[in-house]
């Protein structure tokens, strides 16, 4: 079972397996939202969840917050060490970082958010531990958890998320990591909200194509056939 098709790709150029052997079968989520219209608000709580590596968007998303003092910014990721170590380097009042939650808590701290980030270094996107280039095979597990959400999502242009997301239709999808360009997407939503109740809406119901009970019968199906 691949997660997306460049690692199928991989397997089969570097491990001569057969490609009728590998099957792609996407990640899931295992969060349950009620959907909820975004409403007119002066300031927006946007969340970044995950890893607290430089290549996966944690040192952006606090260049953000030091800029954009209109909303409010929030951080979940890595251990009491790094969250210790990147508080020393900030003075937001606007942004709060936080240790990494366990997944029970996840829907209550999400549902607190409006705009879920994941922003990403397009050129070298770093494993687990800091070693390989993940960024052509990358399927995170929370972007399956920011669609069940219903928020909006704002996301650096990985070609491997277009196997699952469409900018402009289920979220908005960013070329680079110039803040200016982040902040005027992020403050756009506060003037177009059937635009952004249309995204929330569509990443919502995209999500329920990716449940673990339906991952495990495609797998089951998979192996029986």
Partial sequence: IAITNPVKKYLINNFNLDPKKIEIISSAS???????????????????????????????????????????????GGNKHEVLKLKKKIN??????????????????????????????????RSLGGIGNIAKYTSPLKLFDYLASGKLIIS????????????????????????????????NFKFN????NNLKR????????YTYIKRAKKILKFVNN
Wanted: proline share 2%; net charge positive; aromatic share 12%.
């Fill in 92 to 125: 937001s009042k606007n942004l709060e970082i936080n240790q990494s939650i366990p997944y029970g808590k996840l829907k209550k701290v999400i549902s607190k958010m409006d705009i879920l980030l994941m922003p990403a270094n397009l050129k070298k996107l």
């Fill in 30 to 76: 295992a969060l349950k939202f009620k959907f909820s219209k975004i409403k007119k608000k002066k300031v927006y709580n946007i969340g970044y969840f995950g890893s607290l590596d430089i290549s996966k968007g944690s040192n952006f998303v606090v260049k953000l917050a030091k800029k954009d003092k209109t909303n409010n910014y929030f951080i979940y």
């Fill in 156 to 187: 650096s242009n990985l070609k491997v998320f277009y196997e699952i997301l469409e900018s402009k239709k289920n979220c908005i999808m960013i070329n680079n990591l110039e803040t200016k360009i982040w902040i005027k997407v992020i403050n």
């Fill in 202 to 209: 569509n990443a919502y119901n995209l999500s329920k194509k």
């Fill in 193 to 196: 909200l059937l635009m952004a």
